[in-house]
């Protein structure tokens, strides 16, 4: 289907279905200083706490990464932290830097991570709920998600770190900033989810087809470095099944508010951590509307877009992207 006949589908539904949808009464969001009803105590070392309890790591097979990898240059491991179980890709050597995915889970070790890795430690774990990683019941909203990572962090001593997210994963790493600073050196937000824009909309991904999801991805699939591998490749049975999990895992995460919290820009008012902002102009699922949201609200950013390109810059526009983010990570 064209990408504008998407695009038409998608306003008509998104106007008179997800409405209702979305009407529905679901927990409410939990503060971002504080966790959801039941969930354990956690202390903030570094923002008032004790020790962490190191993370505990074991090697397992890879399977879907070895298939999706530029190079076999990284390890696939599931390490413990605060009980819970995680998957981490680990790669590189150097300052470290913490990359968090989006809504639709790992992606494996794609050829961006093996750049990065050239210059920094690279670690790009699966979220509790996504991909192998377990679902512990206390996490439920994005801010429980943030103060996991923010055990994680401290479970791998790895503060201050770069840490850069995308999409869902984008919003993640802002609740982070806000949460704790000092565990940041720098902070890089591509395409993010976490505002609501004030033009354009969000466009709705987890009551449509997966292929349609995947449509909105890119603005032009032809620019996409070995398209047929990243865009085109069928998946497995069993990749399918992880597919519908993590969409699972991301309606408990960002459904009301449907990928934004009302409050995050206040939180990060008081945010001075140096920010990189990456957009593809034609983003189709987060208008760029939302990026120049967080550059206002955050006190040093700096917004960079990319035009003729959509929602993954770094798979799209690869060189422009890891070009963008290497000068601005040499300066922090």
């Not at 466009?203 to 087809?209: P, W, Y």
């Not at 960002?254 to 001075?272: A, D, E, I, M, Q």
Request: proline fraction near 8%.
């Amino acid at each position: 289907m064209p990408y504008q006949d998407v695009m038409r589908s998608i306003a008509l539904f998104g106007s008179e279905v997800v409405p209702a949808l979305h009407a529905i009464t679901l927990p409410p969001y939990a503060s971002a200083t504080g966790p959801s009803p039941g969930t354990p105590a956690r202390t903030r070392q570094g923002c008032g706490g004790g020790q962490p309890k190191p993370a505990r790591w074991g090697r397992i097979a890879s399977e879907r990464r070895d298939e999706m990898a530029d190079t076999q240059d990284y390890t696939d491991e599931r390490i413990d932290v605060a009980g819970t179980r995680v998957q981490v890709l680990k790669g590189g050597s150097g300052t470290p830097l913490l990359f968090l995915h989006g809504a639709g889970g790992n992606p494996g070790w794609l050829p961006y991570h093996q750049a990065l890795a050239q210059q920094y430690t690279v670690y790009a774990p699966s979220h509790p709920g996504y991909d192998r990683s377990s679902r512990p019941d206390w996490i439920s909203t994005m801010t429980d998600m943030a103060h996991f990572y923010r055990q994680f962090i401290e479970a791998l001593g790895i503060a201050p770190v770069h840490l850069m997210g995308a999409s869902m994963g984008g919003w993640l790493a802002a609740e982070v900033a806000a949460m704790c600073p000092p565990y940041l050196k720098s902070l890089v937000l591509v395409d993010a989810a976490g505002l609501k824009p004030q033009v354009g909309e969000i466009a709705e991904i987890l009551i449509v087809s997966p292929d349609v999801t995947a449509k909105l991805q890119f603005y032009d699939t032809t620019q996409v470095p070995d398209s047929e591998r990243l865009v085109n490749r069928q998946l497995t049975p069993e990749e399918q099944d992880t597919q519908w999990r993590n969409r699972e895992m991301t309606s408990r995460l960002c459904w009301k508010p449907y990928f934004h919290n009302p409050n995050l820009s206040g939180y990060l008012r008081g945010v001075t951590t140096p920010t990189l902002i990456v957009w593809g102009k034609q983003d189709a699922i987060l208008p760029v509307n939302c990026g120049e949201l967080y550059q206002q609200a955050l006190a040093n950013a700096t917004l960079h877009v990319i035009d003729r390109c959509g929602h993954s810059p770094a798979v799209e526009k690869p060189q422009e992207f890891l070009t963008t983010v290497r000068t601005f990570l040499a300066k922090q």
